[in-house]
């Protein structure tokens, strides 16, 4: 499973992941600011971008390592 | 079952066979996703039905304790690769009773599993096939459901299990399946404005809410698959962090896209009106008892573009998934009982292999047969009138699906509550095993000449599942009657065998933990770990041995 094709899917999926993350927390903000309301969105918004983060973490170091 | 497993290596007698190290890291995440995630097919329902406007919220908070819980599961399991996952680690950190009662709270769990997993995979079927539909033909739907039952048992004790290979493939479907429907729900169809609107308008009460809190956790059962996955593992410690960690993350993200998803997007279909001829949102008709059993393939119908491929092939992976998990509380009872057995905290008839199968087939047969009667309880109020009355006047007319996710619950933060308990009494009286994974913000102390570290997070997840198993209890009547009726008399049956085996009642047999981590980590193939605790070991020894000699 190590293979390129399968690191390079893991990348596209971090960058998609970070995009979306990235834009429901700009669009949930943008509509009603910091609340409470918000509060699950931003997280879900958080999440998605950690993971994305925590996947190009894995696909670099692996290229470091090879 | 290729081979029996017993929960740790102190109890593998010579001749028995032992897990092959086969799985991948793949392999891994694919095996705890195939648990784990399945979880959201069953919740998402259940949760929008209790907490409506504030599913998300539920959510969230089941979902950050879920974490804490997944971050102590990591922990343990690099540290203790070994099948037996939440009863090995009480076992091992608080003795014979927690050890037995938290192993007992996992079976509830796993035979709810068989259960619960079993009914909503034909509830999913059921939007292909409309007769197997639970609430327009309640007898096939428990026939159906007993029959699978029945089937998995069968398949379990001659020894067929589904291979690797199919649960990674149904894993890696999913995973792009999900990714797939909430990137086009979000991308054409969410808008905050809606989700604003749905939070305001349709909050909950604090009942519900609370209602709604205890049943999000069932999303996030079935993590006892990191353990067993860890103990099939190659270099388990170095390979468990990496697919935990994603796993959380990934099922976490679920989770919580689903639940907003359900309160904020604008459906491509328009909804029927309920019952009475009103209008009605997407999360109510979600919610409702014709569609909480199989509500993410109703959401992803109505995701725009999309939803009309996954309206043909979401109910299917659905079902083959949740098929699956059903089979994993199959297996994960059997071998769980047949582990307690061999550590006496079970009769030793649960270790009993069929003769030319060679499945423990007594403890497949018993826990099947709980399963069984779980079912009963649970279709009775559809298939007969009386009881349905029955349950009006004294249970709030919960239906089947809900009278299982209670039980589930129950079950889950029972064992949890244990888990978290289990890691801080480890951190003091095991700091010489390396951990190649901690739980984040840790206060460091000194405990009998030794540094060690105090878990914040993990009295955090403590008092976070506490508080959900409190919130079930007050929310579920026939949670709190069905929950602690099973710890009981379990209890009392632990105490009945141990007194007629001679064995201590109240108080651990002894045990040499030392030889056991020796064994774990060698097995593991983690010889770097294993001469590292032996140093660590040494240092403690020389340590305390100095100590005596300065005291008078």
Known sequence: MRSEAYARARLASAVLFMLLGTSIAVRTLLVAGLSLATIPGCVLAAAMIALGGFRLRDYFASRAAR | MAGVSTAGPTLRRPEEPSLRRSVTPWGSFSWGYSDVGADIFVGLGLVLGAA?????????????VYVCIGLAYTELAAAYPVAGGG?????????DIFGFIAGWAVLLDFTIDIVLFAWSCIDYLSKLIPILSFTAHPWVHFIVVFLVIGGLATLNIIGVRESSAFNELVSGMDVVSETTILFFGFLFA?????????MQTAWPTPFNLMNGVSLAIISFVGLESISQAAQETQRPASVIPRTSISLILTILIFALSYSNLALGMQPWHAIPPDAHGHAQALWHYLGNEDNNGAAVA????NVPYFGALAALYVPLLGAILLLISSNSGVFGSSRIAYAMSGTRLLPSIFQRVHPRFRT??????TFCGFAIIELIFAALPSLSPPVHHLYARFFRGEDGITFLGDLYAFGAAASYSFVFIALIALRFNDSQSPRRFKMPFNIPLQYKGNRVEFPIVAVIGFLGIVSILVFTMITHEIGRIAGPSWILLGFIGYLVYRKRKGLPMFRSQKHDWRRAQINILQEAGELEMMDEYLVNVKRMDEQQALLGASQP
């Open chain 2, 52 to 64: 409506a406007g504030a599913s998300n919220i539920a959510f969230l908070f089941a979902g950050l």
């Open chain 2, 87 to 95: 009863q090995y680690f009480v076992f091992r950190g608080l003795g």
């Open chain 2, 190 to 198: 969410f808008q905050p404005q809606l989700l604003i609107h749905t």
């Open chain 2, 298 to 301: 109703v959401l992803a119908s």
């Open chain 2, 360 to 365: 423990p087939v007594v403890s497949i047969a």
